[in-house]
Nanobody, 123 residues
Framework: QVQLVDTGGGSVQPGDSLRLSCAAS????????MGWFRHGPGREREFVAA????????RYADSVKGRFTISRDNAKNTVYLQMNRLKSVDTAVYYC????????????????WGQGTQVTVSS
């Protein structure tokens, strides 16, 4: 079992930055591919970014490419999502998730989920 805790959300203005963290307990995150998803108002939960077990490869949704960066520190059992140049459309609850496969974009490929952290981008 892996327990994931998402933190770092908040209310910011367009153009600001935030860094989300996902801390794991129970098992080492080094055995899992990790992803971030978001669930915005009136939308289904959608893929944001994913990273391989070692952190060597990443994948992003087109809507965040060039603005968001996913990274991981397996020694700290933590995954991060650096979000720059935030837009109002980025407003959502953000969830990290763990998968036994790498770079997956479907929610069904992830067996463990954090509780979510709210990000609100508004002027």
């Amino acid at each position: 079992q892996v327990q994931l805790v998402d933190t770092g959300g908040g209310s910011v203005q367009p153009g600001d930055s935030l860094r989300l963290s996902c801390a794991a307990s129970g098992r080492t995150l080094g055995n899992y591919g990790m992803g971030w998803f978001r669930h915005g108002p009136g939308r289904e939960r959608e893929f944001v970014a994913a990273i391989t077990w070692t952190g060597g490869l990443t994948r992003y949704a087109d809507s965040v490419k060039g603005r968001f960066t996913i990274s991981r520190d397996n020694a700290k059992n933590t995954v991060y999502l650096q979000m720059n140049r935030l837009k109002s459309v980025d407003t959502a609850v953000y969830y990290c998730a763990a998968s036994q496969r790498n770079l997956r974009e479907s929610t069904s490929d992830y067996g463990y989920w954090g509780q979510g952290t709210q990000v609100t981008v508004s002027s």
